[in-house]
């Protein structure tokens, strides 16, 4: 069973800043590419941000580049995202995603195999 935990979201005002935790076991982490999604209300679930198992590698949805920072502990086997210069639109639930890239020809273009429950992030006006 895997078991994704996130953690850190809360109630932020705009321009602030947030920094999510995704706690994995050491298996998950070496076996998975691992990403960000949110899903706002009435609105599909959207990619925001992956890193790979390649030092350096990540990849991020166009609304998150330049404010979101990805990041991978491989020693604590957690997953950040670091979010800067928040704004209202960027109000939603955020999942953690363990990525499965074994069919993909690229990595960031793999399927999640698993979710985490979700932390809630609120950016007020």
């Known amino acids: 069973q895997v078991q994704l935990v996130e953690s850190g979201g809360g109630l932020v005002q705009a321009g602030g800043s947030l920094r999510l935790s995704c706690a994995a076991s050491?298996?998950?982490?070496?076996?998975?590419?691992m990403g960000w999604f949110r899903q706002a209300p009435g609105k599909e679930r959207e990619f925001v941000a992956a890193?790979?198992?390649?030092?350096?590698?990540?990849k991020y949805a166009g609304s998150a580049e330049g404010r979101f920072t990805i990041a991978r502990d491989n020693a604590k086997h957690t997953l950040h995202l670091q979010m800067s210069n928040l704004k209202p639109e960027d109000t939603a639930v955020y999942y953690c995603?363990?990525?499965?890239?074994?069919?993909?020809?690229?990595?960031?273009?793999?399927?999640?195999?698993?979710w985490g429950q979700g932390t809630q992030v609120t950016v007020s006006s």
């Open positions: 995603a363990a990525i499965d890239t074994t069919y993909a020809s690229k990595w960031y273009e793999g399927i999640v195999a698993y």
């Open positions: 050491e298996r998950t982490f070496n076996m998975y590419a």
């Open positions: 890193s790979s198992w390649i030092a350096g590698s990540t």
